[in-house]
């Protein structure tokens, strides 16, 4: 069993940061990966990034490439998405995920744990 909570959502201008955690707590090891996931409204959930919890890989959406990184802290039980530049179109709810695989997956239904999100609104 695994336990996510996120936060740092929030509401901020367009062009603004925000920076999200997600801590993990559980039965954990160091090959799992966990990932982003985001939701906007009448939208289906999207993938965002997904990091192991070494740190040692990631992987990103196209459409958040070099925008939205994703890192690990030094006893790995946390995990950030810093998001800077953001516009509108990044309004949604933001998910943090587990998995147990051992290849970072970007499909929901390859994680098996999820927090309870965290809402980002990004005013124009």
């Known amino acids: 069993q695994v336990q996510l909570v996120e936060s740092g959502g929030g509401l901020v201008q367009a062009g603004g940061s925000l920076r999200l955690s997600c801590a993990a707590s559980?039965?954990?090891?160091?090959?799992?990966?966990m990932g982003w996931f985001r939701q906007a409204p009448g939208k289906e959930r999207e993938f965002v990034a997904a990091?192991?919890?070494?740190?040692?890989?990631?992987l990103y959406a196209d459409s958040v490439k070099g925008r939205l990184p994703i890192s690990t802290d030094g006893a790995k039980n946390t995990v950030y998405l810093q998001m800077d530049s953001l516009t509108p179109e990044d309004t949604a709810v933001y998910y943090c995920?587990?998995?147990?695989?051992?290849?970072?997956?970007?499909?929901?239904?390859?994680?098996?744990?999820w927090g309870q999100g965290t809402q980002v609104t990004v005013s124009s």
């Open positions: 559980g039965r954990l090891f160091d090959s799992d990966h």
């Open positions: 990091i192991r919890r070494s740190g040692s890989n990631t």
């Open positions: 995920a587990h998995s147990y695989a051992t290849i970072l997956h970007t499909t929901p239904n390859t994680y098996h744990y």
